[in-house]
């Protein structure tokens, strides 16, 4: 188990190639910017976490990703980023882990992980993006390799695109879905229940809603990071 003084984290920024950093989540930058200065200045042990869907690497396929726009858009983070206890971790959005540890390999000091358990004085925390357990579960089996394939046609990439947008996937989608509400208070639900069991807390992301389930005297919440908000943990 890996112990920290605190951590800062964020989820759900779902960057595309060609876009920069300083202009999608200028937060992020400020996140690195405070655990470079926390740690020359206090001495203090930072963990810095990006928790999944940082990239979106699905639904534009990795072809979009594999030319030079994209790496200036990685390079836009990484580059920023603290070169000890840096955690990326993998979401829905990243396809395949191999996808994700392909784009970075340059970058050494970039953990790529599918979660984490760390502590922070007498606490214990697991860290996931969370989306296995949701109707993600499904959809891992075929998302990557589907993806792949129709976004490899410009015909197909097209109205693929446009079916991503009705989803509600893309920049410029249709309305949400008015069930939103009620996934995500069930999926809270399950995480709620799963955290107490285990006797740790849950950080994650994915429904891109932000919230502390954090009850008294349990041992045991959840911490949903929202989307592109950086969130700090501590005693």
């Not at 392909?102 to 004085?121: C, Q, R, S, T």
Request: aromatic share 12%.
């Amino acid at each position: 188990m890996v112990k920290f003084d605190l951590a800062l984290s964020i989820s759900d920024i779902h960057i595309n190639p060609g876009e920069l950093i300083k202009d999608i989540c200028p937060n992020l930058l400020d996140m690195f910017a405070q655990a470079k200065a926390i740690k020359r200045n206090f001495g203090k042990r930072v963990l810095v976490l990006l928790n999944g869907d940082i990239l979106n690497i699905l639904p534009l396929g990795m072809k979009s990703w594999r030319v030079p726009k994209g790496r200036k858009t990685i390079e836009s983070i990484v580059l920023e980023a603290p070169r000890e206890d840096f955690f990326w971790l993998f979401g829905n959005h990243c396809g395949r882990i191999t996808w994700l540890r392909e784009l970075v390999k340059p970058y050494p000091w970039v953990k790529i992980a599918h979660n984490l358990d760390f502590e922070i004085g007498d606490k214990a925390y697991h860290a996931e993006h969370s989306h296995r357990w949701t109707e993600w579960f499904f959809l891992r089996w075929f998302a990557d390799d589907f993806t792949e394939w129709i976004t490899t046609n410009p015909l197909t990439r097209k109205y693929w695109y446009e079916f991503c947008k009705r989803q509600g996937w893309l920049p410029g989608s249709y309305p949400p879905n008015p069930r939103v509400d009620e996934i995500v208070g069930y999926h809270w639900g399950n995480m709620l229940r799963l955290s107490v069991r285990q006797g740790r807390i849950w950080v994650i992301g994915h429904t891109h809603r932000r919230v502390d389930l954090l009850p008294p005297d349990i041992k045991g919440g959840v911490i949903d990071l929202g989307a592109r908000e950086e969130v700090r943990i501590e005693l």
